[in-house]
């Protein structure tokens, strides 16, 4: 089970013991070598791991979603039924690892969709069963957090990571790679989302915070959009997504061109806004625990809007600031895989019978 958010208690010294003595043999011959899985909304992924390094890093993505505007949650698991026994092979040799390998399993147990969690838990768990190997259940927030130890530089403890995403937006204090705390979160919409929400209200293609991120970096913020004040360092961004939709809806009634007129300094202000939030919040953070470690983390950790704020705003605080690469920014195998190898260090091992969850800590 999980205490603080990301710290897995083992079920006791025996399970401990035995898991260690399983490490050992395994490693007698210098390698040992995980498959992780990750299939928590739309992306299909598998990564392969020798000894902490990956090998690789396959992602199959579901461009059938831009039809509908969004996640359709039954089609996401359909297509990972599809998907998840092409990716794992394409893994397998991309790595060039053999099934018999493979020395435990990773899998994403949540939070996500949860057809799309039952896939990925589904294939792992029968795969690692077949293998006499340990399966490993990941939650996929702390992964996006220990996607910063998959290549130098790497944050010193205690550091903050901002996970931003299409589905969630913390602020995490990270004592040790088992030993995290969320500090601040989204009690509406994710920081993603308020991108592909405002994205959508302005007619552009799902998912629209790359094209809010490409036309930003063409205008400028001359929008002024509410700031949300809320206690602590949690976030809001419904109330913005609400002052973009009706001053659209205003803008466009004077005139039905405004749009097209001035997408880039539309898209210039929406960004500016969503980004000014979250980096308010990290800098109280900061300035309030006197951490000058920081990690960006999750999909719209991408965002080069985001990402310019926090060297400027860095710089000014002397921070020291950590990327993961753009391959570990979005949902990928790669993180899942850097999490479960830490688990695997340890000898924990998940049981069989562990079951998805869509939220929470679990």
Known sequence: MIGKFGQRQNGGTAERQKGLNFYICKMIDGNSYLLAIESSCDDTSAAVMCNGVILSNVIASQAIHAQYGGIVPEVASRMHQENIAIVVDAALKKAGV??????????????????????GLSFAKAMALSLGIPFISVNHMRAHVLSHFIDAPKPQFPFFNLTVSGGHTQIVLVRSYSDMEVLGQTLDDAAGEAFDKSGKILGLPYPAGPIIDKHARQGKPIYPFPIPHIEGLDFSFSGVKTAILYFIRDEVR???????????????????????ILVRKLTFAAQQYGIKEIGIAGGVA?????RDKLTEVGRVNDWNLYFPAMQYCTDNAGMIAMAGWFEFLEGIESPLDTKPFIRGMQ
């Open 302 to 306: 991408a965002n080069s809007g985001l």
């Open 254 to 276: 004077k005139d039905p061109d405004f749009i097209s007129k001035h997408i880039n300094d539309i898209c210039a202000s929406i960004q500016h806004t969503i980004v000014e």
């Open 98 to 119: 053999q099934v018999s390998q493979l020395n435990g399993i990773a899998c994403t147990a949540g939070p996500g969709l949860m057809g799309s969690l039952t896939v």
